[in-house]
């Protein structure tokens, strides 16, 4: 299985925090949003968050991708890097 770690401006992608910086809407009808969380970053490789698969991937993205549409995230550069294992 591939595993893989996000670099977001040269700084390794560890997890999502709990502070919730907007709103995404789900799509009901009563929509009331799904929280979106902050993005921690490290310039520490050693504390990268090992995604392990292509689902796994799939869903730290999304993550991320949520915080830059609904959330205030910016950046300029993000890479996927398959980690050799």
């Known amino acids: 299985m591939n595993a893989y770690h996000i670099k977001i401006d040269g700084m390794f992608f560890v997890d999502t925090s ?15 949003g799904a929280e979106v969380k902050d993005v921690i970053l490290s310039p520490d490789k050693d504390k990268a968050k090992l995604i392990e698969g292509a689902i796994n991937l799939k869903s730290y993205w999304n993550r991320i991708y949520d915080a830059i549409r609904y959330g205030d995230f910016k950046f300029n550069k993000i890479e996927i890097v398959r980690v050799e294992g």
């Open 18 to 32: 709990d502070k919730e910086i907007g709103q995404a809407s789900v799509g009901g009808w009563y929509d009331e």
